[in-house]
């Protein structure tokens, strides 16, 4: 085996058989050439080449480039060509939509991740974040689905269900806005439309005390100089027995009334052992919820 020379003033040449060939090379601009033990390489092509089939590559094979960035381009038009996936030299960033990616991956355009999941399974960072002022950031969820959101593992805590309900500390909210602990607040209002001034709103904020109480209150009438009035059901149930208190208000004229006894059972007694046996008054209990700690009212800061 050895060279084969091929002038090109010969005018052409042909060839019936097998030929074998150690190396084949474009003398004049060393182009091309398969030379294994000379190069190390099985392939080496100098300038463009063009494959009308596929190109697969074996198994555990590289791809790379041997200066500056490794693209793959796609046909945007007729005779022109557009990079769709850039593999930036010196970091390995990889860049879609961009020839310049800044991060490990770079996506210019939109994402779309279908019957997946994305997992940050080391520490880091999850950012979503706009650089325009007049950017928006959506959150969507497919038809009759719910948008959760979940710390430390699998743990749900915040849930926007399919009807726009917002749970926290539930999965399942009832109402607009359903949380299931404790809210601290610097203040709590309401805001309404205004019941007689249209175009107005109308705010009102949250009567504040160091107890976590109930109140209930309404009016009743003597009967004889005396009455029991009867609270809800489960007022006692509800509520600490002790600190529980009534406060009565002579309606229609005045009468020395009195609560004759405790608050308990659910019911208490009002009396007026002078005045008039079937005066008029407005009561008001106000009692400390059982079903929770009492509030802890001074803390350090943290």
């Known amino acids: 085996m050895g060279d ?3 002038d090109q003033s010969a005018g052409g040449t042909s060839t019936l058989g097998t030929v074998t060939l150690q190396k084949m090379q474009d003398s004049a601009n060393s182009a091309y050439f398969l030379d294994p033990a000379a190069t190390g390489n099985s392939l080496v092509l100098a300038g463009t080449a063009t494959a009308s089939g596929n190109l697969t590559v074996g ?4 791809i790379r480039s041997a200066f500056g960035p490794l693209q793959l381009q796609y046909k945007s038009a007729l005779d022109s060509w557009a990079t769709g996936l850039t593999l ?11 020839t310049s990616p800044s991060n490990k991956l770079h996506v210019v355009g ?14 880091g960072t999850f950012i979503i974040s706009q650089n325009t002022a007049s950017s928006a950031l959506l959150l969507r969820a497919a038809t009759n689905s719910y948008i959760r959101f979940d710390t430390n593992g699998a743990n749900a805590r915040m849930t926007i269900d399919t009807a726009g309900n917002v749970g926290i500390g539930t999965t399942s909210p009832s109402t607009k806005l359903d949380v299931v602990g404790t809210i601290t607040g610097t203040t709590k209002n ?9 175009g107005m709103k109308l705010i009102h904020s949250t009567l504040e005390g160091p107890e976590v109480a109930v109140f209930y209150r309404g009016e009743a009438r003597l009967a ?3 009455t029991v009035v009867v609270l809800p059901e489960y007022f006692e149930a509800l509520t600490r027995k002790e600190g529980r208190t009534v406060q009565l208000t002579a309606k229609n004229g005045w009468s020395p009334l009195s609560v004759n006894g405790e608050v308990t059972g659910g019911r208490f007694t009002v009396k007026a052992d002078s005045g008039n046996p079937g005066q008029e008054f407005y009561w008001e209990v106000k009692a400390v919820r059982s079903d929770v700690d009492p509030l802890v009212v001074e803390k350090s800061v943290q």
């Open 190 to 198: 309401f805001m309404i439309d205004h019941p007689t001034k249209p």
């Open 88 to 98: 930036q030299d010196t970091t390995g960033n990889v860049g879609i939509g961009t």
């Open 4 to 6: 084969v020379t091929i």
């Open 224 to 226: 004889a100089g005396k």
């Open 59 to 62: 198994q555990g094979s590289t």
């Open 110 to 123: 939109t994402v779309k991740i279908e019957g997946s999941q994305l997992d940050l399974n080391d520490a």
